[in-house]
């Protein structure tokens, strides 16, 4: 269940072979290490969501709501590749620790989702777009140099 990034794929291989990773650890188990090699970023979040809100039939009386929940992922930058390998509920008074360690494998990534650069720009002009509306301003278009 262990994965080497290949150097081929990821960039340089780290120093001496080995990558940061993140060891977590609930409840004194470890329940995953992750790491994304020498070139990207790793996280880990613990949050919690409270608050009111409407009933999912839309009707108007809310309910209490509340979230807690751990995640740990990462982006391998030069593939721009989100990875993940956790997202699991918690409950009040789990112990959630962390611990920094240097690894020459780490967990496989249970989800990968490449971005799609021609997909992401589609979705930057169509934000672009949006806000300038909302915020009632006129997008000019530069115009093609020698036209």
Same mark, same amino acid.
């Given at each position: 269940m262990?994965?080497?990034?290949?150097?081929?794929?990821?960039?340089? @291989?780290?120093?001496? !072979?080995?990558?940061? @990773?993140?060891?977590?650890?609930?409840?004194?188990?470890?329940?995953?290490?992750?790491?994304?090699?020498?070139?990207?970023?790793?996280?880990?979040?613990?949050?919690?969501?409270?608050?009111?809100?409407?009933?999912? %039939? !839309?009707?108007?009386?809310?309910v209490?709501?509340?979230?807690?929940?751990?995640?740990? !992922?990462?982006?391998?930058?030069?593939?721009?590749?989100?990875?993940?390998?956790?997202?699991?509920?918690?409950?009040l008074?789990?112990?959630?620790?962390?611990?920094?360690?240097?690894?020459? %494998?780490?967990?496989?990534? /249970?989800?990968?989702? /490449?971005?799609?650069?021609?997909?992401?720009? /589609?979705?930057?002009?169509?934000?672009?777009?949006?806000?300038?509306?909302?915020?009632?301003?006129?997008?000019?278009?530069?115009?093609?140099? !020698?036209?």
């Open positions: 262990h994965y080497r990034y290949p150097e081929a794929e990821f960039g340089p @291989a780290p120093i001496e !072979g080995h990558m940061r @990773a993140f060891q977590v650890y609930l409840n004194g188990k470890v329940i995953c290490t992750a790491g994304v090699g020498d070139d990207g970023v790793l996280t880990t979040n613990v949050t919690s969501v409270t608050g009111i809100r409407n009933t999912p %039939s !839309g009707r108007s009386e809310s209490q709501s509340e979230d807690l929940f751990i995640q740990v !992922g990462g982006l391998i930058s030069p593939r721009r590749e989100h990875v993940g390998w956790l997202q699991r509920s918690l409950r008074g789990d112990d959630v620790r962390i611990t920094v360690v240097e690894r020459e %494998s780490v967990d496989r990534p /249970r989800s990968r989702k /490449r971005t799609d650069p021609t997909q992401e720009l /589609r979705a930057q002009k169509k934000y672009v777009r949006q806000m300038a509306k909302r915020l009632g301003w006129r997008i000019v278009p530069l115009r093609k140099q !020698g036209a």
